[in-house]
């Protein structure tokens, strides 16, 4: 490590690397610093219970990832990433034995709604054409231009409460539980203002690019992400705990791949007052308890469009899924818990021994709940795949505290680096014309606490470096 960088950035998820490359691609020296010993962030694998088991810690699915036009402009590929896509994005089982299960094709996905057929092709083929649009108008700081008419329909369906989008666009209780499923990825109670939005954008970009995972782990995106980083010549340096700026070499920025608790601990001795209230009273949202297994076979979903399905939404009826998410906005635990379940093994043997299976589930709980809802998932996951018990050979258990000691950005569990409200949407962390600048000149955050959020797609660390760039070094880069 150098003694002298034109940035440096704290943190090496997704944002955090995006961030780096984007500043190191620009022509400065950039030094990257991470408090673990093994890069990743939420994008992190290890064998978690049995040897031979590859697990991701954290994430496992990327719908925004292979779509991601950060990603894509530095062609990953040749740095051995590879994509793989299950039969089906997403499966909804239903306690008749049946489910629904979206594919990237719009149609064959409508025919499984019956009468709601229609209604499902009229709502996402303009969105899907659209999409290009879409994803450049919102998914990054909000600017004016980005109500424009063709982007106008998007932003009146998404400003919805999930509730009101799926009974509003949808007759049949099918229909409606699908999107319920799509929309609890929100983490919020779905009669919340904007909830509809996440439902409205993973279910678009199931039917553009599926929903991928990286064959052999999260952990194939993290290095690759790493290996093009040192491409452009930047430097890593590995188990280098930041408790303060100080710690670092001479810098003219500093890009921090954290959320406002960190950012205040780490910098707070160099904002304003103002700023410092504003980062104290930003809100995180539920938390996660999460599940890995090692299992002797296939979870035995009685349908067979869940078996070949990678990631499955667990929660029956969308009344159900409302009531779970509702319960848990109440700070109570759910009987029946909305559960997301993976099960890697459909596309990629290379995580487990022959004929052997990895999966995992979480399901949502209270901000900082120690509560152990490993029976309520299985107990979910048994229900729609009866015998599914008998497959466990181990399993690893994770609560919000210690999904927080394993990434201190999940604060209380928070996956997404903070709630998902109507006001912290575009606002995230507070507001300001630029949310990725703080108060201090020379210092940036760039985590999933700013624009356009949650999700591995290296957007809000792009969006970041190009503030600085533009600030500090009045070097100019497009949007996205």
């Avoid at 659209?130 to 369906?157: E, H, V």
């Avoid at 043997?349 to 900082?368: D, E, I, L, M």
């Amino acid at each position: 490590m150098k003694s002298n960088y034109d940035a440096v950035v704290v943190g090496s998820g997704p944002n955090g690397f995006a961030a780096a490359i984007t500043l190191q691609r620009a022509g400065l020296s950039v030094l990257l610093v991470e408090e673990k010993e093994v890069l990743g962030g939420g994008v992190r694998s290890g064998e978690l219970t049995l040897p031979g088991y590859i697990h991701d810690v954290c994430s496992t699915v990327y719908p925004l990832g292979e779509d991601s036009p950060v990603f894509k402009s530095l062609n990953l590929e040749q740095f051995g990433l590879e994509y793989l896509q299950s039969r089906y994005a997403v499966a909804h089982p239903f306690d008749d034995g049946s489910s629904v299960a979206v594919s990237t094709s719009i149609y064959e996905t409508a025919v499984q709604l019956g009468k709601d057929a229609k209604n499902y092709e009229k709502i996402f083929l303009p969105l899907t054409r659209q999409w290009p649009s879409i994803r450049s108008a919102f998914l990054g700081p909000l600017y004016l231009g980005a109500f424009s008419k063709k982007n106008l329909k998007f932003a009146t369906q998404a400003v919805n409460s999930g509730r009101y989008f799926a009974q509003h666009n949808f007759e049949t209780s099918r229909a409606q539980a699908l999107f319920f499923g799509m929309a609890a990825h929100s983490m919020l109670p779905l009669n919340k203002l904007s909830t509809a939005s996440i439902g409205i954008v993973l279910n678009t970009v199931a039917h553009i690019n599926g929903w991928p995972l990286p064959k052999g782990g999260a952990q194939k995106i993290t290095n690759a992400l790493a290996a093009s980083f040192e491409s452009y010549g930047g430097d890593i340096q590995k188990g280098f705990k930041i408790s303060s700026l100080k710690q670092l070499p001479t810098t003219k920025v500093v890009l921090l791949d954290v959320t406002p608790a960190q950012l205040l601990i780490i910098a707070g001795d160099q904002f304003s007052e103002l700023y410092k209230w504003q980062l104290r009273n930003y809100q995180y949202g539920a938390g996660v308890f999460k599940i890995d297994w090692a299992l002797s076979q296939p979870a035995p979903f009685t349908d067979e469009k869940c078996r070949e399905a990678a990631t499955i939404h667990i929660g029956g009826s969308f009344q159900e899924i409302y009531d779970s998410e509702n319960t848990i906005s109440k700070k109570q635990i759910p009987d029946k818990p909305f559960v997301l379940f993976v099960q890697p093994g459909v596309i990629d043997s290379s995580r487990a021994p022959a004929g052997k299976h990895t999966a995992w589930a979480y399901c949502h709980v209270p901000n900082g709940s120690t509560q152990d809802m490993t029976e309520a998932i299985e107990n979910q996951v048994e229900r729609f795949a009866p015998g599914f018990k008998d497959c466990i050979l181990a399993r690893h258990v994770m609560n919000t505290h210690e999904i927080q000691d394993y990434n201190s950005n999940y604060v209380g569990g928070d996956i997404n680096g903070g709630a998902a409200t109507i006001n912290q949407i575009f606002t995230r962390p507070v507001i300001r014309l630029s949310p990725y600048k703080t108060s201090a000149t020379g210092i940036y955050i760039c985590s999933s606490a700013t624009p356009p959020g949650g999700g591995v797609h290296g957007i809000c660390g792009y969006y970041a470096a190009r503030a600085a760039l533009k600030d500090v070094f009045n070097i100019g880069i497009p949007r996205l």
